[in-house]
Every structure is written in structure tokens, then in C-alpha cells.
């Protein structure tokens, strides 16, 4: 069976700025416990990682261990309205159907969970690009990536690391990565810094997304 070329982009901060409907589910989650949200720019740094461990970040500094109670809340808010918060990041659309025109198979990777990605790709009209959407479960067993990716591997049997990149913001989306032996792509429009992703190896840094489909095709090519 011959490889197909595959590109696994990941949601947040990548194809999508989410940051509004975060915030605010987060900051929902936080009063729901009775605590001030306080400056929303703490928990602007903090998205990028699983839920979990945001919620968890934010509830440190309150002594609160309370975080199955937190969860429980932010899913609420963001059901209801946080998701509708995320705007495509401009141009992505269009970098999206470069690379599915040039024979590329998409795959989400996202740690967000299904029923939530699902309604935001659709809402904004980018669910027809992808060949497999791929999200966290309940349990926890797929919200790292390198548990995710190497998920994707195992089912989709046509596709392998060497002929894939995983495109992300974040240092876990290189390490996720770097972890099943696929090369990572960091993306600088989303919510990590460049320093961020040299210090975790990314193999190449795309500035724009006008650049994102030139360059994915041109490391997939050789």
C-alpha cells in the first residue's frame, strides 16, 4: 500500500484563535468555585496545554484542588457559547485547500474534545478539509499528543511519521511530534513564542499562513 503525504494541524492557535471563548470559559470556571478571575492575561499564557492542566495552573494560586468540579464548569460555559468565540486565523482557509488540492490528507489533532471541535470546525466552514478529526476522549487517554499522534498512526494504517508533519503553536505539539518520530511544524501566529518552539526543536517555523502550504509541501517533498 503506498503512503499518503498527511498533515495533522492542530486546532487552537493554529487553524482557529479560540482565545476570547477561553478565557471566558475559564474565567466562568474560576467563579463558579468563588474565586476573581483576576487579569485575563494569566490565562491567555496558560492555553495551550490539555484542559486539565490549564484549569489546574489557574487554580494554584487558590489553594484549590477542586479541579473534576472546574472541568465540569468550563465544559458548560464553553458548550453553550465560549466555542462560538473561535475565528479562523486569516488565510488559513485557503491554506488548508492549497494543500488538500495538492493531494495532502488533513488530520485534526487536537486536545479539545470531539463534540466541541467538531461544532467549531463546522460552524466556520473547515470540516470538508479533513480526511480524520481526531480529539481528546473522556478518561484522559488522549489528551497529551504524543498519546494522539501515535492514535492517528495506529489508525490510519496508510499513512507513517515519515510522511507526515504534526503543525501546532505550542512546545507539546513539536514534542507530540518528536515523540512518534514525525517532524513538527511551529506556526508564530498562535499562542506560542518563537523562542518557545526553537527551545522545543521544532524542524521549521512558518510566520504566516500564507507561507504554511508552500512550506509543508516543500518538507513533504524533499
Given at each position: 500500500?503506498?503512503?499518503?503525504?498527511?498533515?495533522?494541524?492542530?486546532?487552537?492557535?493554529?487553524?482557529?484563535?479560540?482565545?476570547?471563548?477561553?478565557v471566558?470559559?475559564c474565567?466562568?470556571?474560576?467563579?463558579?468555585?468563588?474565586?476573581?478571575?483576576?487579569?485575563?492575561?494569566?490565562?491567555?499564557?496558560?492555553?495551550?496545554?490539555?484542559?486539565?492542566?490549564?484549569?489546574?495552573?489557574?487554580?494554584?494560586?487558590?489553594?484549590?484542588?477542586?479541579?473534576?468540579?472546574?472541568?465540569?464548569?468550563?465544559?458548560?460555559?464553553?458548550?453553550?457559547?465560549?466555542?462560538?468565540?473561535?475565528?479562523?486565523?486569516?488565510?488559513?482557509?485557503?491554506?488548508?485547500?492549497?494543500?488538500?488540492?495538492?493531494?495532502?490528507?488533513?488530520?485534526?489533532?487536537?486536545?479539545?474534545?470531539?463534540?466541541?471541535?467538531?461544532?467549531?470546525?463546522?460552524?466556520?466552514?473547515?470540516?470538508?478539509?479533513?480526511?480524520?478529526?481526531y480529539?481528546?476522549?473522556p478518561?484522559?487517554?488522549?489528551?497529551?499528543?504524543?498519546?494522539?499522534l501515535?492514535?492517528i498512526?495506529?489508525?490510519?494504517?496508510?499513512?507513517?511519521?515519515?510522511?507526515?508533519?504534526?503543525?501546532?503553536d505550542?512546545?507539546?505539539?513539536?514534542?507530540?511530534?518528536?515523540?512518534?518520530?514525525?517532524?513538527?511544524?511551529?506556526?508564530l501566529w498562535?499562542?506560542?513564542?518563537?523562542?518557545?518552539?526553537?527551545?522545543?526543536?521544532?524542524?521549521?517555523?512558518?510566520?504566516?499562513?500564507?507561507?504554511?502550504?508552500?512550506?509543508?509541501?516543500?518538507?513533504?517533498?524533499?
Open positions: 500500500m503506498p503512503m499518503a503525504r498527511s498533515v495533522l494541524l492542530d486546532l487552537d492557535g493554529t487553524l482557529v484563535d479560540s482565545q476570547p471563548g477561553i471566558a470559559s474565567s466562568a470556571a474560576l467563579r463558579a468555585l468563588g474565586h476573581e478571575p483576576g487579569d485575563a492575561r494569566e490565562i491567555r499564557r496558560a492555553i495551550g496545554p490539555p484542559l486539565e492542566d490549564i484549569l489546574q495552573a489557574l487554580l494554584r494560586p487558590h489553594g484549590d484542588d477542586r479541579l473534576d468540579q472546574a472541568v465540569a464548569a468550563y465544559r458548560q460555559h464553553y458548550g453553550e457559547s465560549g466555542l462560538l468565540g473561535s475565528e479562523p486565523y486569516p488565510g488559513i482557509g485557503d491554506a488548508l485547500c492549497d494543500m488538500r488540492q495538492a493531494g495532502l490528507r488533513l488530520y485534526l489533532a487536537t486536545s479539545k474534545r470531539d463534540v466541541f471541535a467538531r461544532r467549531i470546525l463546522e460552524n466556520l466552514q473547515l470540516a470538508t478539509y479533513f480526511d480524520g478529526i480529539c481528546s476522549v478518561g484522559g487517554q488522549l489528551d497529551h499528543k504524543p498519546q494522539l501515535a492514535h498512526l495506529s489508525e490510519q494504517r496508510d499513512i507513517r511519521a515519515s510522511h507526515s508533519l504534526m503543525v501546532g505550542r512546545r507539546h505539539d513539536i514534542a507530540g511530534a518528536h515523540a512518534v518520530k514525525m517532524r513538527g511544524v511551529g506556526v498562535g499562542y506560542g513564542s518563537r523562542d518557545e518552539l526553537e527551545a522545543a526543536g521544532a524542524d521549521r517555523l512558518v510566520e504566516r499562513t500564507a507561507d504554511l502550504a508552500r512550506i509543508v509541501l516543500s518538507m513533504l517533498n524533499g
